[in-house]
């Protein structure tokens, strides 16, 4: 059985966030959800500033908070390591989103079909795109996965329930990478199985020092970062996230 | 309207309604309708429509005030089976006058709370059916829905019934409209020695039996919080004893306010004595200092050492955007605490002084249990994203009013339909 | 007198019993959520025996009350 990690070398970063635009084409996330995320940091004061750029994914922890909170079992561990939120069974609580230390989760709190950045319907975009076919989705999104076949990829499927990023369970299904790690331009994201010692993430925690985010907090995250450091308590966001629903 | 149903010789307002009630009850039901109003927004359009947004790049807080209010609700609802327990275990016979009221209490809170929460989640529908099917004991929600919801309200509901059925029997009676439904509350009670004493055994036995239960479900209702390790101002072991102490004050605080009403409202200046109101406001006192205890050793904590996450935290709370609303709430419990600890000492009891301290300790619970809920999603983030932000919209106001409003509307028709004080021993109706 | 205490007594037993036993046994398992047998209950409704298990409890009082009583209009 696999064990899947990612590891992301933030020396090769350089916070495009093409990983961001990937996700959100991928899995047809709604307006202000952002699966994979992306700081842009700053640290110090002007001239003496410091830049540093983090992508923050689902950390698929391995004792993770949300699991051990969701009151139904709506979010769950599988035995390859994803964290994933069945949409069937999710009541819409928010216990997960609280309780998670990294801030990864996003609730729908409109329709989605109201959340798009385009209003498909209006004749003018119509015209525009010369009466292009609404948001194309994924139909795989729909469809259930893993041994337990419980439907848990994709975004957009209902409102009042909370949905992160799955490491593209539809993806790994097939045997694919994740969206993020497929379009990264620099090669900085790296997916793969810990279970297989000649798999490039396996290599590169084996030879090269590797750190996690929060890892005081006990959460045993399975995402690996090379290079850079853990941002320190003054670093802060070049420029507030204006992003809001 | 000379019906039956007006018939004075019926106990404590029963079936007596005046032009006030109605138009009490009119203004309520507006209330009432508005709440229904908003909610139904809500259900169309979703929770777009509350000030609630996601945490980390939203910059919102996805708990708001209706958390904060299931909080508060469960809140109030232990006080009133306690002190109706203790009326049993301690033999506190004088306080038995406003033990029905005190369960009454409990039962229509702990629905509001119920109601709160199926107000706050996404898929309300989803919840009834997934939450008694799935449930997981390891999420600390399993205790709130399971322990309070369920057990504790079927066990306050028991109480109630079991307690009632010597004044069912005497209102069975009575030639009234709702005869039917005080025999099969009576349940061919007779009010013989015999009997009396096997009720006085089980209710002992029950009000033993409630109230672990109630400091279990209070407990896991702290441990929502408490257990939140990636939640700065969250994560501490003094959460679940400090939400029973304040669900003590606030319940407490809320009898006296109700006391005080019904005292006037039914004129029942005997059965609620001075006497009454003296125990109950000098177990404030006690209650209210226990809390301050709480606040002034967590404030302590949090300004001597916190790390950086709950210093930046305690400084929204204590000097920055929830500095009002933690301040107000402190001073109106510190004031409370003044106004009882006075009369206490002085041995002089005032009804009125009581009721202001009463009053302000509700105000103080709601502001701290906002105080507990928010600044710790807008301000406590461990990864750099920024401040947040969180403002009520008018559906949450007006939801939470509307329950408000059903709650003490539920209260009003049930003591139009059962006296709200037990008859006294002797089986005479007053 | 004696049935009354029995069929309480037994009920309460009932009660506790069905509350630990599905607790412990039939709702999802507790500990660290190292997959999805974690997230299920063992028994579907598990958590709804759990609720009838506190139920019995109190309705015990219930039983002990009522049972073997006189009823006035001769039911």
Same mark, same amino acid.
């Given at each position: 059985?696999?064990?899947?990690?990612?590891?992301?070398d933030l020396d090769?970063?350089?916070?495009?966030?093409a990983?961001?635009?990937?996700c959100?084409?991928?899995?047809?996330t709604?307006?202000?959800?952002?699966?994979?995320?992306?700081?842009?940091?700053?640290?110090?004061?002007?001239?003496?500033?410091?830049?540093?750029?983090?992508?923050?994914?689902?950390?698929h922890?391995?004792n993770?908070?949300c699991?051990?909170?969701?009151p139904?079992?709506?979010?769950y561990?599988r035995?390859?390591?994803?964290?994933?939120?069945?949409?069937?069974r999710?009541i819409g609580?928010?216990?997960?989103?609280?309780?998670c230390p990294?801030?990864?989760?996003?609730?729908?709190?409109?329709s989605?079909?109201?959340n798009?950045y385009?209003?498909?319907?209006?004749p003018?975009?119509?015209?525009?795109?010369?009466?292009?076919?609404?948001p194309?989705?994924?139909?795989?999104?729909?469809r259930?996965y893993g041994?337990?076949q419980?439907?848990?990829?994709?975004?957009?499927?209902?409102?009042?329930?909370?949905?992160?990023?799955?490491?593209?369970?539809?993806?790994?299904e097939?045997g694919?990478?994740?969206?993020?790690?497929?379009?990264?331009?620099?090669?900085?994201?790296?997916?793969?199985?810990l279970d297989?010692?000649?798999?490039e993430?396996?290599?590169?925690?084996r030879?090269?020092?590797t750190w996690?985010?929060?890892?005081?907090?006990?959460?045993?995250p399975r995402?690996?970062?090379?290079g850079?450091?853990?941002?320190?308590?003054?670093?802060?966001?070049?420029?507030a996230?204006?992003?809001?629903v | 309207?000379a019906?039956?149903?007006?018939s004075?010789?019926?106990?404590?307002?029963v079936g007596?309604l005046?032009?006030a009630?109605?138009?009490?009850?009119?203004?309520?039901?507006?209330i009432?309708a508005?709440?229904?109003?908003?909610?139904?927004?809500?259900?169309?359009e979703?929770?777009?429509?509350?000030?609630?947004?996601?945490?980390g790049?939203?910059?919102?807080?996805?708990?708001?005030?209706?958390?904060?209010?299931?909080?508060?609700?469960?809140?109030?609802?232990?006080?009133g089976?306690?002190i109706?327990?203790?009326?049993r275990?301690?033999?506190?016979?004088?306080?038995?006058p406003?033990?029905?009221?005190?369960?009454?209490?409990?039962?229509?809170?702990?629905?509001?709370?119920?109601?709160?929460i199926?107000a706050?989640?996404?898929?309300?529908?989803r919840?009834?059916i997934?939450?008694?099917?799935y449930?997981?004991?390891?999420?600390?929600?399993?205790?709130?829905?399971?322990?309070?919801?369920?057990?504790y309200?079927?066990?306050?509901?028991?109480?109630?019934?079991?307690?009632?059925?010597r004044?069912?029997a005497?209102?069975?009676?009575?030639?009234?409209?709702?005869?039917?439904?005080?025999?099969?509350?009576?349940?061919g009670?007779?009010?013989t020695?015999?009997?009396?004493?096997?009720?006085?055994?089980?209710?002992?036995?029950?009000?033993l039996g409630?109230?672990p239960?109630?400091?279990?479900?209070?407990?896991?209702?702290?441990?929502?919080?408490g257990?939140?390790?990636?939640?700065?101002?969250?994560?501490?072991?003094l959460?679940?004893?400090?939400f029973?102490?304040?669900?003590g004050v606030?319940?407490t605080g809320?009898?006296?306010?109700?006391?005080?009403?019904?005292?006037?409202?039914l004129g029942?200046?005997r059965e609620?004595?001075?006497g009454?109101?003296?125990?109950?406001?000098?177990?404030?006192?006690?209650l209210?200092?226990?809390?301050?205890?709480?606040?002034?050793v967590?404030?302590?904590v949090?300004v001597y050492?916190?790390?950086?996450?709950e210093?930046?935290?305690?400084?929204?709370v204590?000097?920055?955007?929830?500095?009002?609303?933690?301040w107000?709430?402190?001073?109106?419990?510190?004031?409370?605490?003044?106004i009882?600890?006075?009369q206490?000492?002085?041995?002089n009891?005032n009804?009125?002084?009581?009721?202001?301290a009463?009053l302000?300790?509700?105000?103080?619970?709601?502001?701290?249990?906002?105080?507990?809920?928010?600044?710790?999603?807008?301000?406590?983030?461990?990864?750099?994203?920024?401040?947040?932000?969180?403002?009520p919209?008018?559906?949450?106001?007006?939801?939470?009013l509307?329950?408000?409003?059903?709650?003490?509307l539920?209260?009003?028709l049930?003591?139009?339909?059962?006296?709200?004080?037990?008859a006294?021993?002797?089986g005479?109706?007053? | 007198?004696?049935t009354r205490?029995? !069929?309480?007594? *037994?009920?309460?037993t009932?009660?506790?019993?069905?509350? #630990?036993v599905?607790?412990?046994?039939?709702?999802a398992? /507790?500990?660290?959520?190292?997959?999805?047998?974690?997230?299920?209950?063992? !028994?579907?409704? *598990?958590?709804?025996l759990?609720i009838?298990?506190?139920v #019995?409890?109190?309705?015990?009082?219930?039983?002990?009350? /009522?049972?073997?009583?006189?009823?006035?209009?001769?039911?």
């Open positions: 059985m696999a064990r899947y990690a990612m590891v992301i090769r970063c350089v916070g495009c966030r990983c961001m635009e990937a959100k084409v991928e899995n047809n709604p307006e202000a959800a952002f699966w994979m995320y992306v700081f842009r940091l700053e640290e110090g004061e002007f001239p003496n500033t410091k830049l540093s750029f983090l992508p923050r994914p689902c950390m922890c391995d993770p908070p699991v051990k909170v969701c139904v079992g709506a979010r561990k035995v390859d390591g994803l964290v994933a939120t069945d949409w069937d999710c609580c928010r216990f997960c989103e609280v309780s990294y801030g990864v989760n996003y609730f729908n709190w409109k989605p079909k109201m798009y385009l209003e498909w319907g209006d003018t975009v119509q015209q525009a795109t010369n009466g292009a076919i609404p194309y989705k994924n139909p795989d999104l729909d259930a041994p337990e419980r439907r848990i990829a994709g975004s957009g499927h209902l409102k009042g329930i909370i949905e992160k990023c799955t490491f593209c369970a539809h993806r790994v097939v694919l990478d994740p969206a993020c790690v497929v379009n990264c331009p620099a090669f900085a994201l790296i997916f793969g199985d297989d010692p000649e798999s993430v396996s290599r590169l925690i030879e090269k020092r996690r985010l929060l890892e005081e907090h006990g959460t045993e995402v690996y970062y090379v850079g450091a853990p941002p320190s308590t003054e670093a802060h966001q070049i420029e996230v204006k992003a809001r | 309207m019906t039956r149903l007006e004075k010789t019926l106990p404590y307002g007596h005046t032009v009630w109605y138009v009490v009850t009119a203004f309520l039901l507006a009432l508005l709440g229904l109003y908003a909610y139904s927004r809500q259900l169309g979703g929770e777009i429509v509350t000030g609630m947004r996601d945490i790049t939203m910059g919102g807080a996805p708990w708001g005030i209706y958390i904060a209010f299931v909080v508060y609700f469960v809140g109030v609802s232990f006080a089976i306690t109706a327990g203790m009326v275990l301690l033999n506190l016979e004088h306080l038995r406003i033990a029905r009221m005190a369960e009454l209490l409990t039962v229509i809170t702990l629905v509001l709370g119920a109601f709160s199926l706050d989640v996404g898929q309300p529908l919840a009834l997934n939450l008694p099917r449930a997981r004991p390891m999420s600390p929600f399993f205790g709130t829905f399971t322990l309070v919801i369920a057990g309200l079927f066990a306050s509901l028991v109480y109630l019934y079991l307690a009632g059925r004044d069912a005497i209102m069975a009676r009575q030639d009234t409209r709702f005869g039917w439904l005080y025999r099969l509350w009576a349940a009670y007779t009010d020695p015999e009997e009396r004493e096997r009720h006085r055994r089980t209710t002992f036995w029950l009000a409630i109230l239960l109630l400091l279990t479900a209070h407990s896991t209702l702290g441990f929502v919080f257990l939140q390790a990636g939640r700065p101002g969250w994560f501490s072991a959460q679940a004893p400090a029973v102490v304040l669900a606030s319940g809320l009898m006296i306010v109700i006391a005080a009403i019904l005292r006037r409202a029942a200046t609620l004595s001075i009454v109101f003296r125990w109950l406001s000098n177990f404030l006192m006690v209210t200092a226990a809390y301050l205890y709480f606040m002034v967590e404030w302590l949090s050492a916190a790390p950086s996450a210093a930046r935290v305690a400084a929204a204590f000097r920055g955007d929830y500095a009002w609303i933690y107000l709430s402190a001073v109106a419990l510190v004031a409370s605490f003044v009882l600890f006075v206490y000492a002085a041995r009891h009804l009125a002084l009581a009721v202001i009463g302000l300790v509700n105000l103080a619970a709601i502001g701290k249990r906002y105080e507990i809920v928010i600044p710790s999603q807008t301000h406590g983030t461990l990864l750099p994203y920024g401040e947040g932000l969180y403002r919209s008018w559906v949450e106001y007006s939801v939470i509307g329950l408000i409003a059903l709650g003490v539920l209260y009003m049930f003591m139009k339909v059962f006296p709200i004080i037990e006294p021993e002797s005479e109706v007053a | 007198m004696q205490t029995v !069929v309480a007594l *037994a009920v309460l009932a009660g506790v019993a069905l509350g #630990l599905s607790y412990f046994f039939l709702a398992p /507790l500990g660290r959520p190292t997959d999805e047998s974690f997230s299920n209950p063992r !028994v579907p409704f *598990a958590a709804a759990f009838g298990g506190i #019995l409890v109190f309705a015990s009082a219930v039983c002990y009350e /009522l049972i073997g009583v006189r009823r006035e209009d001769g039911a």
